[in-house]
């Protein structure tokens, strides 16, 4: 089993000076980094926020899961 990858929008904020990134560069970076999921939840919450309108596949994601708070992406192998 490999290990659970974890992607933290506030590390990658702050590496970015906090400028926004943009959807793609996100998704982008998170499978250059090997992320097996992505957890979407309140921006209150320091999570990078995917809003409920996003595309249902973004990359090599797929969304698996959503309500009113989260999000859930898969990596499509």
């Known amino acids: 089993m490999q ?4 992607y933290s929008l506030l590390l ?7 400028q926004a990134i943009p959807l793609s560069t ?3 970076d998170a499978e250059q980094n090997a992320v097996e999921y992505i957890v979407s939840d309140s921006p209150l919450n320091d999570s990078y ?3 409920p309108d996003a595309p249902q596949r973004i990359g090599a994601y797929q969304k ?3 309500d009113e708070r989260t999000s859930i992406y898969a990596h499509q192998h």
């Open 3 to 6: 290990p659970l990858v974890l």
């Open 49 to 51: 926020y995917i809003p």
């Open 64 to 66: 698996i899961y959503q």
């Open 12 to 18: 990658v904020d702050h590496m970015n000076k906090r």
């Open 26 to 28: 996100f998704f982008s």
